[in-house]
């Protein structure tokens, strides 16, 4: 257990529909950051955040969005969901930007 | 485009055998990490190398690292079949700004 929870475990739902993922970090731990795997495209680096602000982006969609709030939880949303958005989405937490990170179960998400 | 490459894509040996996954990245790094992914969970930290470091060592795993080839190397020693798994090198680049993963080496010990 890496001290990161994830909300939904999965979730199945509709094209064009939004959706909002859930990340608890571990306790003391500043940097959250958000992952998309799919099969096709590998683990892909959407977004981190440090203590409530934007420090990265990666690959993140304008449909997609994210925020850290002041007790470090952060929230991933996908918005005007598509087929190809079906992927496996990891949040992870470290201390510091640049250390090891620490991997939440994921949220599977399926879009039909 | 990617910044760590793996290789070899998949790897398949027996147990007790040595598996040796490499990793190539493009720009100046400040660490380079290993993580594994067992199916379908999340990714678990191995093994964290600075760019002023060459070589480390933990348990049975020793990783390279030679900035001047921009490469790095995992070895698991006596492999086992719970190593069974995803093996990706992630980068970090000199600006902080973000951890690149790589696309993985698939490894499968067979008992």
Request: hydrophobic share 30%; glycine share 8%; with cysteine.
């Amino acid at each position: 257990d890496s001290g990161v929870t994830q909300t939904p475990k999965h979730l199945i739902t509709a094209t064009g529909q939004r959706v909002t993922l859930r990340c608890s970090p571990r306790s003391g731990d500043l940097s959250v950051y958000w992952y998309q795997q799919s099969l096709d495209q590998g683990l892909q680096f959407l977004i981190q955040y440090y203590n409530g602000e934007e420090r990265a982006k990666g690959n993140i969609l304008e449909r997609f969005s994210a925020q850290q709030f002041p007790d470090l939880h952060s929230e991933l949303n996908l918005s005007s969901l598509e087929l190809g958005d079906s992927a496996l989405y990891f949040c992870a937490s470290s201390p510091r930007r640049g250390n090891e990170q620490y991997f939440g179960p994921g949220t599977r998400l399926t879009v039909t | 485009s990617q910044q760590g490459e793996e290789d070899p894509q998949a790897l398949s040996i027996q147990e007790g055998e040595n598996a040796t996954m490499n990793c190539s990245y493009k720009t100046s790094i400040n660490n380079l990490q290993w993580y594994r992914q067992n199916s379908g969970r999340g990714l678990v930290h191995l093994i964290l190398i600075r760019s002023n470091e060459r070589e480390k060592h933990s348990g049975r795993l020793r990783v390279t690292l030679d900035t001047s080839k921009k490469s790095s190397s995992l070895l698991i020693t006596a492999s086992r079949a719970a190593d069974t798994a995803s093996y990706f090198c992630a980068t970090l680049e000199t600006s902080y700004d973000k951890v690149i993963f790589g696309p993985g080496t698939s490894l499968s010990v067979i008992p």
